[in-house]
């Protein structure tokens, strides 16, 4: 893992971290679609309808679908490029692809390997035999291990993951816990499809508020409440953040006092520049923990401090350019539009005493970030309640010829794009209120991850008794972390997410203990039963036929998973992973009740080891990429 680069301080130090993590994820190994049963089918399938259909239709362009229990065949082809002519593509080439197949001669997909064919409408529905796709995925899952799932979608692009991004001397509070939760789920997601990640945390250490904390902590630090915070940062200067807040109201006059503390900091005076690298670095070490306690790196802190020297010439730039103009003594960015349908408005860019906003501040950012990182895709991984803020930002980039329409820019003479994109995070909620602390404000991000860890560690002190008081802990932590990371990324982006936590540990239900504890019962079978004692190619193909319909609906599952990966990419949202982690977790249960592989013989036995073994890696590997670990035993 890379070193992260706390605060840096220099373009020079960003391009030499930016090359090195380029490097290193160069080297990773990065399985293609040839490595995949159903990405292998679907190529075949491409061959076929390109000549059926006299066009020429790829992979990419058909989908496979599982089937529903209550209909015929597993999965369910369709195919929308060649459904524009929809009485061709239902009465011509889908029962001519159908004929096809019972037909085929294919040394990997004969005409045996199909033991369903059926037209269902706009779709054509097939089951793959026993024999074949059992053998044939286990093998995939073994030789791949903890890449099995991993793709090339992305493969050559790089992608900034903006998430996280709190503030210099506050307190994480649970609406960071949203961003915190999804960027990290999203930024594993893109790396596991190929791309090169960049974790970016925005840090806010610039503005007025810098003056306003340096100025109430000469009037409060001595208070003996205030002094006694001094050991938790965050705490600290909330609480003179707050006490400053509450003292202006009295004396307008902080108020300017604040703003000359922030000019002293801008001319880089000695004494502000002192107080704001404390404060920062103090704060910083203080997201550190809170962060490793997540399993959380970021590769950068990048705060809005690293983009204020470029502030003026940009906004200059935007003023001969004509898309900034004067407004008394302000200066705004033009963005309304004359008939109104974009529903955009004006933004204000530098104040009249001369400061900037976090608006020019975030339009800097993202210019600077293509130099800096030359980007393919930039997440912000953002509250729902910025969407205008981003919608103002990329129109304005768009204005200046940086980005096309919906954020994204085309390079001239290049494959290549440029694309931002807002990941807008829903409120936190618990019994469908916005979540607060016991004394009525923002409830902190530690105070949930405690109250969490608490009933976990009583779960796991009351089954695991016997176990050492460490290991306890450790196995409480991981609970505790998969509540969280699960519940979070269950919902799709945007939507509200609801902390019950009377459901986040349940081990019966939606949870991320529930896929914990099924893949901690497939490691202790294994130990009890033993690995396979025969290799997938020395098991006879009438065995595969024989086994139980569980099973057959396990492998088809585990099958899924490079899809399922792709798939939350391209929505930007890890939602789809999650709920198909959940349906693995509920097929393997169910094999669990079906099959008792400890009184069975071989080879049948074998197929069950193979079968359970392949099961707990896609369960692990899954869980991982949503930042979730397996513990040995719960």
Not at 16 to 27: F, G, R, S, W
Not at 77 to 104: C, T
Not at 324 to 349: F, M, T, Y
Request: proline share 4%.
């Amino acid at each position: 893992m890379t070193t992260r680069l706390a605060l840096p301080e220099s373009e020079d130090q960003v391009r030499n971290l930016v090359q090195q993590i380029t490097n290193e994820q160069a080297h990773y190994h990065r399985p293609n679609d040839s490595h995949y049963f159903l990405a292998r089918l679907r190529s075949f399938f491409a061959e076929q309808l390109t000549r059926i259909a006299g066009i020429s239709v790829s992979a990419d362009e058909i989908t496979l679908a599982p089937v529903p229990p209550q209909h015929e065949g597993d999965f369910a082809l369709q195919v929308p490029l060649l459904m524009r002519d929809m009485k061709r593509y239902r009465g011509e080439i889908l029962p001519a692809l159908q004929k096809s197949l019972s037909e085929s001669l294919d040394p990997q997909f004969p005409a045996s390997c199909f033991t369903t064919l059926v037209l269902a409408g706009p779709f054509l529905n097939f089951s793959v035999a026993k024999a074949n796709i059992l053998p044939t995925v286990l093998k995939e899952i073994d030789a791949l291990r903890e890449s099995y799932g991993k793709t090339n979608l992305f493969a050559g692009q790089r992608v900034i993951v903006e998430y996280s991004s709190p503030n210099m001397g506050k307190s994480l509070h649970v609406g960071h816990l949203g961003t915190t939760l999804v960027g990290q789920g999203l930024a594993n997601l893109f790396s596991a499809a190929g791309a090169t990640v960049f974790r970016v945390s925005h840090l806010g250490d610039w503005g007025t508020p810098c003056g306003m904390l340096q100025i109430g902590t000469k009037m409060f630090h001595s208070d003996p409440e205030v002094a006694a915070l001094r050991s938790s940062p965050s705490q600290y200067y909330s609480t003179i953040y707050a006490r400053f807040n509450e003292a202006q109201k009295e004396n307008p006059d902080l108020r300017e006092q604040a703003k000359e503390a922030f000019a002293q900091l801008e001319r880089g005076e000695p004494e502000a520049k002192s107080f704001w690298t404390t404060v920062r670095n103090e704060s910083s070490e203080e997201f550190d923990r809170l962060y490793a306690g997540l399993n959380i790196h970021f590769d950068f802190f990048l705060g809005e401090a690293f983009y204020e020297p470029y502030l003026q010439d940009t906004i200059q730039h935007l003023l001969k350019t004509g898309l900034a103009k004067q407004d008394d003594s302000a200066i705004v960015a033009d963005l309304e539009d004359p008939d109104g349908k974009e529903g955009l408005r004006n933004v204000l860019l530098q104040k009249s005493d001369g400061a900037t906003t976090y608006f020019a501040r975030d339009i800097v950012a993202l210019f600077k970030r293509k130099e800096l990182f030359d980007y393919d895709l930039s997440l912000y991984v953002v509250g729902a309640e910025q969407t205008l803020h981003f919608r103002q930002l990329f129109e304005l980039a768009k204005r200046l010829g940086y980005l096309e329409n919906q954020g994204t820019q085309k390079n001239q003479g290049t494959q290549r794009s440029t694309e931002c994109a807002h990941v807008p995070i829903g409120l936190i909620t618990q019994k469908g209120a916005k979540i607060s602390s016991r004394a009525g404000g923002a409830l902190g991000a530690e105070e949930l991850q405690q109250a969490i860890y608490e009933r976990a560690k009583a779960q796991v002190d009351e089954s695991l008794s016997e176990e050492l008081e460490d290991e306890r802990i450790a196995i409480a932590q991981q609970l505790t972390n998969g509540a969280l990371f699960y519940n979070q990324l269950l919902t799709a982006t945007g939507k509200s997410t609801d902390f019950n936590l009377d459901k986040i540990l349940d081990m019966r239900g939606k949870s991320g203990a529930y896929l914990q504890y099924a893949a901690v019962r497939g490691k202790s079978i294994l130990r009890k039963v033993g690995e396979p004692s025969v290799t997938l190619e020395n098991i006879p193909s009438a065995t595969f036929e024989s086994i139980d319909e569980s099973a057959v609906a396990l492998i088809k599952l585990l099958a899924q998973l490079p899809d399922v990966i792709n798939t939350s990419c391209k929505q930007r949202s890890p939602h789809p992973l999650a709920h198909f982690l959940h349906e693995v977790g509920q097929a393997v249960n169910h094999f669990y009740q079906r099959v008792r592989i400890k009184d069975l013989e071989s080879p049948t036995k074998d197929v069950y080891l193979h079968l359970l073994r392949g099961s707990v890696q896609v369960l692990s590997n899954g869980l991982h990429i949503m930042n979730i670990s397996v513990p040995e035993r719960m």
